[in-house]
């Protein structure tokens, strides 16, 4: 499985962006495709994720009520909705899916700066 995150940018506080992960290859494979970042001298952290079959989704308690994921199945694309951003969600963002229990796949990041 291959993974092409895009739609990183600049936005300002308060503002939104939408990010799109495009599975190719293996994808009847996908299990679950997740959302991670990683800020500037920080660890990766998970941001949030989503069952490719029944569209459950979970949450980290720092996104949870401003970011929404969803997938387009037909069109093998994962989407990370973010809105009401703040400084604080600066970060490189990756997509990931695994078919079981590990990431097994990551996709290269893309800048997400929030800044007025």
């Known amino acids: 499985v291959q993974l092409q995150a895009s739609g990183g940018g600049l936005v300002r506080p308060g503002g939104s962006l939408r990010l799109s992960c495009a599975a190719s290859g293996d994808t009847f494979s996908i299990y679950v495709m997740g959302w991670f970042r990683q800020a500037p001298g920080h660890e990766r952290e998970f941001v949030a994720d989503?069952?490719?079959?029944?569209?459950?989704?979970y949450y980290a308690d720092s996104v949870k009520g401003r970011f929404t994921t969803s997938r387009d199945k037909i069109k093998n694309i994962g989407y990370l909705q973010m809105d009401s951003l703040e400084p604080e969600d600066t970060a490189v963002y990756y997509c990931a899916a695994k078919r079981n229990y590990e990431w097994e796949y990551w996709g290269r990041g893309t800048q997400v700066t929030v800044s007025s």
């Open positions: 989503i069952n490719w079959s029944t569209e459950s989704q």
